[in-house]
T-cell receptor, first 114, second 110 residues
């Protein structure tokens, strides 16, 4: 079974530029999560999708971050414009969608904003 | 704010010793999970314990949950150098939202 795929693995941009991350969850997984992990901290949930609907986006900075999950499969997370404090690892995870389910994480995208 | 807080923040032990790390949380939970993260990689699920369970084992891992104290512990027995990683507890409260703690950084010296 293929795992969660993310791209790119690394990205360096200047502040005020825009960037997009892509995630392909495990086949058949209904729930998809985007986390932001700042160095030395635990992952912080940005947005959670159930199929193509948003379950929780309470911690997503909506003035600059946006995410979509077209057709309930792949997802993209966009930052526009980026700030220095957005430098972090962006992790995508998926689960089968039932309660109390294990989340499977991708390798993450490491973003550096200069 | 983060629901779970791990203790200690960092732990250094010799290979073969046991490692114990603790997690405290603030609100009622449905379940608590432990994840491992090797440097520069994604998280790997270790074990899930439900709110009506008190102890669970998986190989060299032992997890306990005390809902009255809102705390959990992860014990790794006979540690190996390959266990060097960060360990996070994650709680699922109402609404299916998962909240991670800040993690314990474990270093196992060969």
């Amino acid at each position: 079974e293929a795992g969660v795929a993310q791209s790119p693995r690394y990205k360096i941009i200047e502040k005020r530029q825009s960037v997009a991350f892509w995630c392909n969850p495990i086949s058949g997984h209904a729930t998809l999560y985007w986390y932001q992990q700042i160095l030395g901290q635990g992952p912080k949930l940005l947005i959670q999708f159930q199929n193509n609907g948003v379950v929780d986006d309470s911690q997503l900075p909506k003035d600059r971050f946006s995410a979509e999950r077209l057709k309930g499969v792949d997802s993209t997370l966009k930052i526009q414009p980026a700030k220095l404090e957005d430098s972090a690892v962006y992790l995508c995870a998926s689960s089968s969608g039932q309660r109390q389910e294990t989340q499977y994480f991708g390798p993450g995208t490491r973003l550096l904003v200069l | 704010s983060q629901q779970g807080e791990e203790d200690p923040q960092a732990l250094s032990i010799q290979e073969g010793e046991n490692a114990t790390m603790n997690c405290s949380y603030k609100t009622s939970i449905n379940n608590l999970q432990w994840y491992r993260q090797n440097s520069g990689r994604g998280l790997v699920h270790l074990i899930l314990i439900r709110s009506n369970e008190r102890e669970k084992h998986s190989g060299r891992l032992r997890v306990t949950l005390d809902t009255s104290k809102k705390s959990s512990s992860l014990l790794i027995t006979a540690s190996r150098a390959a266990d060097t990683a960060s360990y996070f507890c994650a709680t699922e409260a109402g609404g299916f939202k998962t909240i991670f703690g800040a993690g314990t950084r474990l270093f196992v010296k060969a």
